[in-house]
């Protein structure tokens, strides 16, 4: 199995980078793992509790249960993921299986700050947008999508946001074999990476 992490900050376009990735391979050959199924089970605190955690620090990962999932698909065994709710801020009731494949792409802001997540990548990639173009990515998603107002989503940036991505996943960059600019729409980057993926798939 090739396993390739896919980190960057918020807002850089790791999901959209993703999706370009996969769109046209087989599904039933590469598969998707996102680190929000991995955020810590929090059913112990209320949702007004819930809602001050905070989501950009290392600490708020299951990344024990992430390691435990990724040796069992490189195993070729298949896994039961947690399904995560944004809106509740917890994990649901449900489960889903995951079925080993050849290939497995690994996104999140923080996958590459854990050491041993970060040596079970093949290929590390981080995706990199400015900042002012996440933020602006991260207020129209979380005020369209979301639910929240103006001012709680640039207090969040500026409170929390900014300050773990200058802690934690801008200095994980230096761990990416491959930086992809995502300012703008970058087919070039890839078109590489499916080229790789393409190659192990034939
Ligand atoms: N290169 C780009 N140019 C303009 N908008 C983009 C680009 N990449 C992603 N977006 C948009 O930015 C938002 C956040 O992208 P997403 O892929 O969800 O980022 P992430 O998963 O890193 O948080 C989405 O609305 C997406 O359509
Ligand atoms: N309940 C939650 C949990 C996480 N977040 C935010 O999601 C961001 C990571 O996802 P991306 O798709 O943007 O990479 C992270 O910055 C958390 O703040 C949330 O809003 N609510």
């Not at 209320?46 to 990724?70: C, G, M, Q, S």
Request: proline share 5%; with cysteine.
């Amino acid at each position: 199995m090739l396993i390739i992490g896919i980190a960057g900050g918020t807002g850089s376009g790791k999901t959209t980078v993703v999706n370009q990735i996969i769109n046209e391979l087989p599904n039933e050959e590469v598969g998707v793992i996102s680190q929000d199924s991995y955020y810590n089970d929090l059913s112990h605190l209320t949702l007004p509790e819930r809602k001050k955690v905070n989501f950009d620090h290392p600490k708020a990962i299951d990344f024990p249960l992430l390691e435990e999932h990724l040796t069992l698909l490189k195993d070729g065994k298949s896994i039961h993921q947690p399904v995560y709710s944004f809106l509740e801020c917890n994990r649901t009731d449900e489960m889903i299986v995951i079925h080993p494949r050849k290939v497995l792409l690994v996104e999140g802001i923080l996958i590459m700050t854990n050491p041993q997540i970060r040596a079970m990548f093949d290929i590390k990639i981080f995706v990199h947008a400015d900042s002012d173009e996440r933020l602006i990515r991260r207020l129209k998603r979380d005020i369209n999508e979301r639910g929240w107002n103006l001012n709680d989503t640039l207090d969040c940036y500026q409170n929390t946001l900014k300050p773990m991505h200058d802690q934690f996943i801008e200095p994980s960059k230096e761990y990416a074999d491959i930086i992809i600019p995502n300012n703008k729409y970058n087919t070039v980057a890839v078109d590489i990476v499916r080229g790789i993926i393409n190659e192990k798939l034939t």
